[in-house]
């Protein structure tokens, strides 16, 4: 595709390429830019990093009026609230995957589902956060409060249950990185090649042994690439948390009671801060942007090491 | 492959063995009929949005909303129309600042360098920055654009999508160069075209409407985002008179009028995401349409 070295030297070869000049400074640029967005936020920080230090990372307080910040609840917050996330998209998203990747039912149906699952990637994030606000904020409420009642000396699901909570923010969540992962999943088990399948069936194994056996194993690492990458974008994704979390930076163990994450904290604090606040929030910042980056570049090793297994692939 | 098979004679299995495939014949169809109603399950949150935002959203929706200046807190009438305009602004903005760099540079990895280790890096840079927050563009874009201006723009918030678009353009492009068949680039090599003659005659022409929808389709995952406009343009109730002064967008609209405890605040922020969510869909099932027909 390059090209080729036997291109006969005429005037315009001799000439410098200074197209290719621009083209190689804007792949240029593209690299550096990461750098600098690691950077500019990093120097921003800095004076919050130099006052608090560790401490950031370990205590709870968080008082503006006091100069005092911690992110502990922040980081507990965005943990938990992605974990569960991927816990509830996880067999949705394989669902969906499966179903698109199967033949159960007729192929207008799985197109209809595609679209669908097409339309619930491309909704921007403060719809969905606004449609908590109605749906999922009343139902966790009303749930919440049966299952504290009856469930509460459960660690984690003790009360009072609150509509905007750990919860409800976990399960816009789940609706928002199901595309992620019956996206990545289809694909990896598309890739499959069809012999082993042929194979399974000549066996005599039904179809659900031959995708539980035979599938499913083989497609295993493009999954686990697949919730990697969910667990990323649930730790960066911002409006919908930020409108249905409660944003509470007390550190609170229950599912059930309102709380925070890294990404709605900057949300909500970033346009009235001031002084060392600015600072503290580009340190926040700067732990969000360390934490996805590591999960993506693991979700991305894993998933170029299957697409190597798997021979090329998409 | 469909073998033809009858019925084997009903001695052909012993009685054992009858009872092992009756469970797993049942087993089978039970997981069947749980995956399908797994994926149907997911229905159900998009249908109640879709239900909620014309049912809450069409009621405001007149001609109005879209001339006239957001009503002030508690107060009735007015709409979004500087709201549009500032989403629009910035995504052009936006797409001003990224498209030229994304496109230059999916014309070097996939035409100039193929195969170099520069390439294999800016891939995977750009992978990594799809998977960014869209709040850390915001952040960075304050730290660069506000703190140094000294105020909240259009300038900022655009700053901030541009980086949201520039990966998405750069790997969409890459893809569009990469459909191009090889031949026509052999023949023109062949007649004796140099590398940027191919390139501007032959690969773009050809690769155009797989690279313009993949515009599109930054542009419209650019037009709903929150988290970098938030605080870099800030919001505004009045028209903006130019790219350097705090501007409203509709995305940001929704978000502040939610949390307000005025009913008919609420309702506009429903008639505002019906008209962000068209906007959204409207894009992208343009883009397919315009574009999808020469990619596949």
Same mark, same amino acid.
Request: proline residues 6%; glycine residues 8%.
């Given at each position: 595709?390059s090209a080729p070295a036997f291109i006969p030297k005429n005037r315009y070869r001799r000439r410098r390429d200074y197209f290719r000049c621009f083209c190689w400074i804007a792949a240029v640029i593209i690299i550096f830019l990461l750098g600098l967005i690691i ?34 609840? $922040?980081?507990?917050? *965005? ?5 569960? !996330?991927? =816990?509830? /998209?996880? @067999?949705?998203? +394989? ?80 609706? $928002?990185?199901?595309? *992620? ?5 289809? !694909?990896? =088990?598309? /890739?499959? @090649?069809?012999? +082993? ?93 360390? =934490? ?23 | ?275 962000l969510v068209a906007m959204v869909t409207g894009t992208n099932i343009l883009a397919q349409l315009l574009f999808r027909r020469k990619f596949q």
């Amino acid at each position: 595709m390059s090209a080729p070295a036997f291109i006969p030297k005429n005037r315009y070869r001799r000439r410098r390429d200074y197209f290719r000049c621009f083209c190689w400074i804007a792949a240029v640029i593209i690299i550096f830019l990461l750098g600098l967005i690691i950077d500019e936020i990093f120097t921003k920080a800095l004076p919050a990093i130099r006052h608090f230090g560790w401490h950031f990372l370990t205590s709870s307080e968080w008082r503006p009026n006091r100069d005092l910040y911690g992110v502990l609840p $922040m980081l507990f917050g *965005t943990a938990v609230s992605s974990l569960l !996330a991927l =816990l509830l /998209a996880l @067999p949705l998203g +394989l669902a969906v995957a499966l179903f698109l990747s199967e033949n159960f039912l007729p192929r207008p149906l799985r197109q209809l589902m595609r679209m669908i699952v097409e339309m619930l990637a491309a909704t921007p994030s403060v719809v969905y956060g606004l449609w908590g606000i109605f749906t999922l904020v009343p139902l966790v409420q009303h749930y919440g409060e049966i299952v504290v009642h009856h469930c509460g000396w459960i660690p984690f699901l003790h009360g009072p249950a609150y509509g905007n909570s750990l919860l409800t923010a976990s399960l816009v969540l789940a609706l $928002m990185v199901l595309p *992620t992962i019956a996206a990545i999943s289809r !694909a990896s =088990l598309v /890739a499959i @090649p069809e012999t +082993l399948r042929e194979g399974a069936y000549a066996l005599g194994a039904t179809r659900w042994e031959t995708i539980t056996r035979v599938l499913l194993p083989y497609a295993a690492p493009g999954i686990v690439a697949a919730s990697i990458l969910a667990f990323g974008r649930a730790m960066g994704e911002t409006m919908a948390v930020a409108m249905l979390i409660g944003n509470s930076q007390r550190l609170t163990l229950s599912i059930f009671s309102p709380s925070n994450t890294l990404s709605a904290l900057l949300a909500n604090q970033f346009s009235e801060a001031e002084g060392l606040q600015i600072n503290a929030l580009m340190y926040a910042a700067f732990i969000l942007i360390l =934490l996805t980056l590591g999960t993506n570049i693991i979700g991305e090793l894993v998933l170029r090491r299957t697409q190597r297994a798997l021979g090329g692939g998409s | 492959m469909m073998i033809p098979h009858s019925n084997p004679p009903h001695h052909f299995f012993s009685n054992h063995e009858k009872k092992t495939s009756f469970l797993r014949l049942w087993s089978n169809q039970l997981l069947t009929t749980l995956c399908v109603l797994f994926s149907f399950f997911t229905l159900v949150p998009l249908f109640s949005l879709l239900y909620l935002l014309i049912h809450k959203g069409l009621p405001l929706l007149h001609f109005s909303v879209f001339t006239k200046l957001p009503p002030p807190p508690g107060l009735h009438g007015g709409g979004f129309g500087n709201a549009i305009i500032g989403t629009i602004t910035m995504v052009g903005i936006a797409t001003l600042l990224s498209a030229p760099i994304g496109i230059l540079g999916a014309i070097y990895i996939s035409e100039y360098a193929p195969h170099s280790s520069l390439t294999a890096t800016v891939r995977f840079i750009a992978k990594l920055l799809t998977g960014i927050p869209s709040i850390i563009c915001g952040a960075f874009a304050f730290a660069l654009v506000v703190l140094h201006t000294g105020q909240f723009s259009a300038l900022a918030g655009g700053a901030a999508l541009s980086i949201l678009m520039l990966p998405t353009i750069l790997l969409t492009s890459e893809q569009a160069l990469m459909g191009v068949p090889s031949s026509y680039r052999d023949a023109s090599y062949g007649l004796g075209a140099t590398p940027f003659q191919t390139i501007w005659r032959i690969v773009l022409p050809e690769a155009l409407p797989a690279m313009m929808m993949g515009m599109m389709l930054a542009v419209a995952r650019a037009a709903g985002e929150t988290a970098p406009v938030l605080f870099t343009a800030l919001f505004s109730q009045q028209w903006a008179s130019s790219i350097m002064e705090p501007t409203a967008s509709l995305s940001v609209l929704i978000y502040n009028f939610s949390a307000l405890p005025y009913h008919y605040q609420v309702q506009m922020a429903w008639t505002a995401s019906l008209v962000l969510v068209a906007m959204v869909t409207g894009t992208n099932i343009l883009a397919q349409l315009l574009f999808r027909r020469k990619f596949q």
